[in-house]
């Protein structure tokens, strides 16, 4: 009997995927991970002008600079990780300190950015 490499390699796959079921067998009951649909990544958009934009951009480099002349050479970020942590920071601050940290920023802008006509 003549098998092609794909056949071969399916064949094999199946081998370690009955493998492992068993062995899961034998070590209890598998856990069953339902994704949520929500944890979904899909694409948002966040308003911000090209020069905004060049600023968070600019950030990353900066964090990714300092990142590779330190010991922790190996991490890099992207914009979308930095507002993930950003907004995780936020998320997880009590009211007071979350109120006084937007305030603190906003404070900055207003006197250093244009956001004076905002307030």
Known sequence: MKMSRDSLKKSNSLLKDSTAFV???EQGAPQ??????????????ISAT?????MLQDLVKKYNSIAYNREDGEKEINRSELVIAMTTYF?????????ESVNKLISYYAVNGDL???L
Request: glycine share 8%; charged share 35%.
């Open 32 to 45: 069953i991970i339902i994704p949520n649909k929500l944890d979904k990544k899909k694409p948002f958009t």
């Open 116 to 118: 004076l006509g905002v």
């Open 23 to 25: 062995e899961g067998a």
């Open 50 to 54: 090209v020069s905004e934009g060049k």
């Open 91 to 99: 998320d997880q601050l009590n009211d007071d300190d979350f109120f």
